[in-house]
């Protein structure tokens, strides 16, 4: 009659299955070195692979016994929630793996060249034979680059912020608010091509006797259009978190909307704005293609973004991975090291800000 | 805006302040030290708007910074689209079937199907192979994980996103690309019989090379993506199903899977509008070729972003207009992708702001 009459096996609470009965850890251990021995014996013994085999057919073996030996002691639900989760927690080592690897070959192969000539130095007049070199000029690049897309990207996304959270209103707000996202997701390449169209050959020309030219300046103007989204997006959320009395009670004063947004609004959300600029910054450091397209990359020293090629770290790094040299990987990697460290520096650091941020959670 | 007072034009009660702020010059604004009084009484009872006043100018001046998004857009298609056409214009194949790469001869025949194709695999491996761990570990870092590991956890993976593609390129080159060719060889022996395994070789520069970068590089974006959204399940369904005697899986099958689909879907899409226009890390491992072949582990492969980087050293103008071509139907293929995604993530907050 009443549901709990029907028989539903392992749903009906009996004093058989009130309290479940765990699998012991000792029977978890037990089918796992089952399993890699067997795997061990049928791989190696057939001769088909080697450990890596051994670990794959070992763990999709341990996942089969474990789900069996789970399912005769604990029941099938119990069984498939230990498979799924021992599944889950596999997925993760395998994850790990790769990226320990990046992290260990980073170290061990790009402290080979980490040295003073290394940032001291550029590569002029360094051929193909020659052990020296460095990243002098990219490093200047790099900053030059980075440091004039941030003063333009900075104002116009923090203005286009505030546009979107104290004026915007209606459909026009909402079709900016959605481009924004959708601009996020721009390829660097595809940015890299717009400033080549538009600056490299069409402007540029109108500045060197009509000859396109590749400069830092082009370069920077391409990391604007990948960082201004990502400020916008950012100042934006943070201006949100802005708890609406703050405004109102400088309404409230008197004070213009202008105003309260330039001595209320900003200054209560600098800290999260900073730490989307951070990490604006961070991003645009590492971008390789489209300083590729429009900085053109050089050997010397440049200090001068309006004129003439210029060189970045991420374009160092590839293009000494493209050279023929037997010394150019050592340079690519210790380039590639310093990168890294600049943007993780940049990274963490922003990372803590937000984490000291009142607003956010 | 301002240019009219609706209310307070005839307001005249009493106060000379209705007009007062007509009586000054243009652009001469409000500063606060001669702010004017509000005037009192009546509509008039709000500060005046002048016709031109620093809130004026401030909110035009946020009002073209927010178009400037617009603008940039738009430009950048009508710029790509205006490099592009004298290219296409010379071009003496079909460049929507041709396959070959061929823009600085005095004939110039080029194609962006070979290109195309191979953007769409590497994307499509990457995708099957970092999905699966990409959730695996949002599940751990959201319902698995104590609060001690995952907080870091996912600080790491945060930090991962950040890391270069050059330096994931040079170490898919460098380190990867070996394991990579034995396995290859491994496959090619066992499974040479299927298609996709097959081949004679030189393995490892492949497709499956790069894919698999790509798939490390997807990685870090879905995972934190859709831990964010498996972290928004309300508390009270998972609670519901845990006290209906459903064991962990169960809930998270019946909770939380359910509900984090749309927002697990729009970060899948996200993934790859980025594995799409991916291009240095696809530059620096895949052996290009210029064929259709769903080979995956021969040396070959090529991406529409990775010709961009490897050919435009030598590109002369009709070169750079291909190229750009090539920039512009990658450029639509993202665009597309990614206002997918992002309206799925509008669909679902609406639905959700409204719910709550």
Redesign the interface.
Known sequence: MSLLEREVPGVVMTPDNIRSRKLPVIVNVLVAVAAFAVAAVIVLGAGIGNWVLVAVIGLILYLVGLNIAASRVEGRRAARNRTMQALIYSACVLAVLPLASVVWTLLSKGLERLDGAFFGTSMNNIGARDPEGGAYHAIIGTLEQVGIATLIAVPLGVLGAIYLVEYGRGRFANTVRFFVDVMTGIPSIVAGLFILSFWVLIVSPWFNDGNPRFSGFAAALALTVLMLPTIVRSTEEMLRLVPGPLREGSYALGVPQWKTILKVVLPTALPGIVTGVMLAIARAAGETAPVLLVAGGAAAINFDPFAGNQQSLALFVYQQAGDASRYAPARAWTAALTLVALVLILTIAAKLLARRNKLSR | MGEYPSRSVNATAGDSGVTSGYARGAGSG?S?SS?QE?PLGGGSAL?KKTRF???T???G??????????V??I??AV??V??AVPALQANTANFLTEKTWFPNDAEPVFGIAALAFGTVLSSIIALIVAV???L??A??LSH?APRRLATPLG?VI???A??????????G????QV?VRN?SV?LNE?FGWLPIFGGEGPFGQSIMLGGLVLA?MV?PIVTSLSREVFQQTPGMNEEAALAL?A????M?RTAVLPYGKPGVIAAVM?GL??A?????AL??TLGITFNISFNLIENGGNSI?AN??NT?GEANATG?GA??AS?LV??AI??V???T??AI??RRREFRDSAA
Do not use: C, H, Q
């Open positions: 409000v606060p702010y509000p500060p006043s620093v809130e100018g401030f909110r001046l946020s009002t073209a910074a927010g178009a400037m998004v617009l940039i857009i430009a950048i710029f790509l205006s490099k699966p761990i990409a695996a570990i599940l751990f698995y600080f945060d930090l991962l950040a890391v270069p593609s050059v330096v994931f390129g040079l170490w080159r460098d380190v990867l394991p396995f491994w066992y490390i990685l005697g064991t962990r899986w169960e998270i996200l509008g980025r799409l226009g991916e291009t240095i530059a620096l972003a961009i980087a435009f750079r190229l750009i920039g990658l450029f993202t665009l992708v990614n206002m995604a992002r993530i509008y």
